[in-house]
């Protein structure tokens, strides 16, 4: 994903009335940021290599993406930012969560809320990614 296509994403706004609370957005520098996402999947993972090659797809200068699956089912993804807003951030994390279920494994859970209750359909839609 290059630095343009990040800054010109428009996708539905995070509304706290509308979607749960977003995981904790920890500060590791003056621009730099880093939110901890964790989904639960439907059934386990079967091929666990097709993970990294998905995050790295993702990885730019402005936005780095770290994967760890927990176990079969449970899969946690760090974004880290360098200077975007938190609606960029929830875009980024949105569009990623997409891909996950598209590829990887239809998302049952993510934090501790029902996957139906993020947007996440709003971002599923064939991308040059």
């Keep these: 994903m290059t630095e343009a296509k990040v800054r010109r994403m428009h996708k539905p706004v995070y509304d ?5 609370p977003l995981p904790p957005r920890i500060r590791l520098a003056a621009k730099s940021w880093e939110r901890v996402w964790c989904v639960a999947l439907v059934d386990p993972i079967t091929s666990p290599e097709k993970l990294p090659s998905l995050v790295n797809r993702f990885s730019t200068d402005l936005v780095n993406i770290r994967a760890q ?3 079969r089912r449970l899969l946690y993804f760090a974004i880290t930012t360098q200077d975007l807003d938190e609606q960029s951030e929830f875009e980024i994390g949105m569009i990623l969560m997409a891909y996950i279920d598209r590829e990887i494994g239809t998302i049952e859970r993510v934090e501790d809320r029902p996957a139906h209750r993020w947007p996440i359909s709003g971002f599923k839609r064939p991308s040059e990614f």
Excluded: E, I, Q, V
């Design 69 to 71: 699956m927990r176990t």
């Design 16 to 20: 706290g009335a509308m979607h749960p």
